[in-house]
């Protein structure tokens, strides 16, 4: 455990604060995290105190940056928010390549 007000101060502490994202981080077992998908189609949520908060779950192993997986989540999150799907883009350049999209 971590006393925040007292390692940062007291402005690093909020009485209120809206959560808006879930980031979960997995440790995979046999290289696989079971159920989760490399490029979900769907935002995963998860309901807390009757409030469905988009959830996202993070793999991590040995030797990976966290803070900078865990910043790209929000990021990604923040993109999505101002309707930009880097998921979707991503489909569609790869069908653009193969020939099979617009």
Same mark, same amino acid.
């Given at each position: 455990?971590?006393?925040?007000?007292?390692?940062?101060? +007291?402005?690093?502490?909020?009485?209120? *604060?809206?959560?808006?994202?879930?980031?979960?981080? +997995? *440790?995979?077992?046999?290289?696989?995290?079971?159920?989760?998908?490399? %490029?979900? %189609?769907?935002?995963?949520? +998860?309901?807390?105190?009757?409030?469905?908060?988009?959830?996202?779950?993070?793999?991590?192993?040995?030797?990976?940056?966290?803070?900078?997986?865990? +910043?790209?989540?929000?990021?990604?999150?923040?993109?999505? %928010?101002?309707?930009?799907?880097?998921?979707?883009?991503?489909?569609?350049?790869?069908?653009?390549?193969?020939?099979?999209?617009?």
């Amino acid at each position: 455990m971590l006393n925040i007000r007292t390692i940062f101060g +007291e402005t690093a502490v909020r009485v209120r *604060k809206n959560l808006k994202i879930i980031v979960q981080l +997995e *440790k995979p077992v046999g290289g696989v995290i079971p159920g989760l998908e490399r %490029l979900p %189609l769907e935002a995963s949520t +998860e309901e807390i105190l009757g409030v469905r908060i988009r959830k996202v779950v993070l793999p991590v192993a040995a030797g990976r940056n966290l803070a900078v997986l865990v +910043e790209a989540a929000v990021r990604n999150y923040v993109l999505q %928010l101002r309707g930009i799907d880097s998921t979707q883009d991503f489909i569609r350049r790869q069908e653009q390549h193969f020939g099979r999209g617009p």
